[in-house]
């Protein structure tokens, strides 16, 4: 704005017109596979709540034989500081899903996290559950039967996480890794000890068209004055390619040889994926993937008929 010596600056008015961009979103979807049969998802998320920047999510899942509910709320500065609050509840079912028993769990996971470097953040949660094991075969493993009931779960917990990303320092390669540790006895019917842990790549080569990704995980599950369940057991995940509970210690004497899962899990995941030469539009990449895993470890493993269960 030019102005003559000694004269104040003309005004400018300037008009803005600002329009709101949409924060919510809902999905809807169904799905196929043949050991879960037909399964339909409803989700619901909104990125703005109430125009605080605070965020809602809530999914429902339902399958033939297994429910699955999640209603998580996100705070990203509780008490006007660089700390994120979470409240958490869930819900879950299963009715003869690739077992022959059923499963109810219910529990809400609130916590709060906080950075302590560029790259790390330390998180704090509580944990109370309640779980139920029912319906158990007669012709399943003494060990399943021997699990069925209700306990309930009460306990505290952490996890660090230390992500590259968050600097921002090389966009291309991306180093992750995470740690939480859970200790159940404040109260409740369960006292045990979960350790999670994981590290990992990601990054992009030749001209960034190819990527490629590396991942190692593990767990823990050390129960205390009792021995564990199936339901707090590692199950599947750790390995593509083999059904829900596909993997892990059986009783080979019952009849159902149900899996019993395990105390302790392994898994390591190398993948890649890449063009095929079609229109970048489109979102279509090959990818090619190695998985390789365990899950192994009984507290209890005198199955049927007395025999031993191979754990290993």
Do not use: C, H, M
């Not at 075969?137 to 009931?149: A, H």
């Amino acid at each position: 704005v030019e102005t003559r010596e000694g004269t104040a600056p003309d005004r400018v008015i300037v008009d803005v017109n600002v329009e709101e961009k949409p924060t919510g979103s809902i999905s809807l979807g169904a799905n196929y596979s043949i050991n879960a049969g037909f399964g339909i998802l409803f989700g619901l998320r909104e990125a703005n709540f109430l125009g605080r920047g605070q965020q809602l999510n809530f999914q429902i899942g339902a399958g033939v034989d297994n429910a699955n509910s999640n209603l998580t709320f996100i705070e990203p500065a509780l008490f006007g500081r660089n700390v994120t609050g979470v409240f958490d509840i869930y819900y879950r079912s299963t009715t003869d899903y690739n077992a022959y028993y059923d499963t109810t769990e219910f529990g809400f996971n609130p916590s709060v996290g906080f950075p302590i470097s560029d790259n790390g953040r330390l998180s704090v949660n509580y944990l109370g559950a309640n779980n139920d094991l029912s319906n158990v075969s007669t012709n399943s493993s003494v060990i399943l039967q021997e699990e069925e009931g209700t306990l309930t779960t009460s306990g505290l917990g952490y996890a660090y996480s230390w992500n590259t990303s968050r600097s921002g320092l090389d966009p291309v390669t991306i180093y992750k890794f995470d740690f939480a540790q859970t200790f159940a006895g404040l109260g409740g019917d369960t006292e045990y000890v979960e350790t999670i842990a994981s590290t990992g790549f990601d990054t992009s080569v030749w001209n960034e068209d190819v990527g490629l990704t590396a991942r190692l995980r593990g767990g823990a599950l050390n129960f205390i004055n009792s021995d564990s369940r199936v339901i707090n057991r590692f199950g599947g995940g750790y390995v593509r390619g083999f059904k829900r509970n596909g993997i892990g210690p059986r009783d080979l004497q019952a009849l159902n040889q149900d899996a019993l899962l395990g105390n302790y899990a392994v898994g390591l995941t190398v993948e890649t994926d890449f063009p095929l030469g079609l229109p970048e539009e489109y979102g279509i990449k090959g990818g090619l993937f190695y998985d390789a895993g365990s899950i192994w470890g009984l507290d209890n493993n005198i199955g049927t008929n007395g025999v031993p269960v191979d754990d290993d």
